[in-house]
């Protein structure tokens, strides 16, 4: 390929990037580009210096869960600021802020748990489109951060308080955002994307903190939800539902957390409070179990990724010290386990993953089925790290309580 062309095709994407469409290097949602954990943008680094990889940027953030998303040369910061949940747009190379929206939230956690916003911004089609704690939905211009629609999804659908607050991230199909509400007046609700207009409403299931993700069968597609009760299969253009599968704990106080991973035309489900994994079958509008355990893999809070049909993932509950895992897809053998390892994040990177714990500490390790092989390791923040990150062109955007940063993984 000559220079000439390469500099057309970089110009070409970065156009892209501007005019709000997604693209291989971005991370324009909770999960990344296909909601699955896996970054696949420039190479990087197989180690780093003994002070860790370059520091780019870091800035204070208000309150919140919410990892960050990443378009082009914008990352979307959600976040509460004293009395308001706050959306802002950084430049990515220096953190610096290009526009500002806001609006008051009253949320109060009744755990004493930190009280911003949890879900991920969506970014698509130009728009950046946020769920706050109080189940508030916004949508505001990519370019501008100007409003334009928003819908307050629990005054409107009848929801109860949960334990934690709103969480899962809103799905974008085919310009509908569809959002796990979990009201008695519609558990699960379609909008125009443009609009914010209702389109459709499918069952009366709570809410999880679980996001959902989109998935095609048989060539139809699917809208995939990890409610409260268990796993719903939507047609998200009309809503019908295709097929469910009750999944939850028998205890009151438990949640369903981790997104459901799609393999060929499986899915694999994880929770934790002695509920467990299953792998199931579709076919058609059914479901088949091909293995069900709480011996595997138990996702309390972060989701698993897959690599050639192996799943690495944490098993265990969050307070009492999760191992790491790899575990066979097929069957659900363990295939190793780092005992006592800790929460935290993963990103599979090639043949790699990138591990955030929750105690500030990134890491590279060789995705293996054999071994858990470190390659690299440095402390990047302080703990505690609870935000999922964002992994885009190379770059790693990761919070704490109170501060965002940018590193360099190329």
């Known amino acids: 390929m000559t220079t000439r062309v390469r500099s057309v095709l970089a110009l070409f994407v970065a156009c892209l990037a501007v005019g709000g469409t997604v693209v291989a290097q971005d991370w324009p949602q909770f999960l990344g580009p296909t909601r699955n954990g896996t970054y696949s943008?420039?190479?990087?680094?197989?180690?780093?210096?003994?002070?860790?990889?370059?520091?780019?940027?870091?800035?204070?953030?208000?309150?919140?869960?919410?990892?960050?998303?990443?378009?082009?040369?914008?990352?979307?910061?959600?976040?509460?600021?004293?009395?308001?949940?706050?959306?802002?747009a950084l430049v990515a190379e220096s953190g610096e802020t290009v526009w500002r929206y806001a609006y008051q939230s009253t949320y109060r956690d009744d755990f004493g748990f930190d009280e911003g916003p949890r879900s991920?911004?969506?970014?698509?089609?130009?728009?950046?489109?946020?769920?706050?704690?109080?189940?508030?939905?916004h949508t505001v211009d990519l370019e501008t951060g100007e409003a334009l629609w928003q819908v307050d999804t629990h005054a409107r659908y009848g929801v109860r308080k949960g334990f934690f607050g709103a969480a899962g991230s809103p799905l974008v199909e085919a310009g509908r955002?569809?959002?796990?509400?979990?009201?008695?007046?519609?558990?699960?609700?379609?909008?125009?994307?443009?609009?914010?207009?209702?389109?459709?409403?499918?069952?009366?299931?709570?809410?999880?903190?679980?996001?959902?993700?989109?998935?095609?069968?048989?060539?139809?597609?699917?809208?995939?939800f990890f409610t409260r009760n268990g796993l719903v299969g939507l047609d998200p253009e009309s809503g019908a539902v295709l097929f469910e599968k009750r999944w939850?704990?028998?205890?009151?106080?438990?949640?369903?957390?981790?997104?459901?991973?799609?393999?060929?035309?499986?899915?694999?489900?994880s929770s934790s409070y002695q509920t467990g994994a299953t792998l199931l079958r579709v076919e058609g509008d059914s479901l088949v179990e091909e293995w069900a355990?709480?011996?595997?893999?138990?996702?309390?809070?972060?989701?698993?990724?897959?690599?050639?049909?192996?799943?690495?993932?944490?098993?265990?509950?969050?307070?009492?010290?999760?191992?790491?895992?790899?575990?066979?897809?097929?069957?659900?053998?363990?295939?190793?386990?780092?005992?006592?390892?800790?929460?935290?994040?993963?990103?599979?990177?090639?043949?790699?993953?990138?591990?955030?714990?929750?105690?500030?500490?990134?890491?590279?390790?060789e995705a293996s089925p054999e071994r858990f092989s470190p390659t690299a390791r440095a402390q990047i923040l302080p703990g505690v790290v609870r935000a999922y990150p964002a992994l885009a062109d190379g770059r790693l955007y990761a919070r704490n309580t109170d501060t965002l940063i940018a590193v360099d993984l190329r």
């Open 248 to 269: 939850r704990s028998r205890s009151g106080s438990s949640v369903n957390a981790a997104t459901p991973l799609v393999d060929g035309n499986h899915i694999f489900l």
């Open 177 to 224: 955002l569809v959002a796990n509400v979990g009201g008695s007046r519609g558990g699960i609700v379609a909008f125009d994307a443009a609009t914010g207009d209702e389109l459709w409403t499918a069952t009366t299931d709570e809410s999880s903190y679980s996001s959902p993700v989109g998935a095609t069968f048989d060539g139809r597609r699917h809208a995939l």
């Open 293 to 365: 355990g709480d011996q595997s893999m138990t996702n309390h809070y972060a989701t698993a990724v897959i690599r050639d049909g192996v799943l690495y993932g944490y098993h265990g509950r969050q307070e009492y010290g999760p191992s790491l895992r790899a575990v066979d897809l097929a069957t659900g053998q363990v295939r190793w386990t780092e005992d006592r390892f800790g929460a935290g994040s993963l990103i599979l990177a090639g043949g790699r993953l990138v591990i955030l714990r929750e105690s500030g500490e990134l890491m590279l390790a």
């Open 41 to 88: 943008g420039v190479s990087l680094a197989d180690t780093w210096p003994e002070d860790g990889p370059t520091r780019l940027w870091e800035r204070p953030v208000g309150a919140g869960f919410a990892g960050p998303a990443v378009v082009g040369e914008r990352v979307i910061l959600f976040h509460r600021v004293g009395a308001e949940e706050v959306v802002e």
């Open 120 to 137: 991920v911004p969506v970014v698509a089609d130009g728009r950046v489109h946020t769920y706050g704690a109080q189940g508030q939905l």
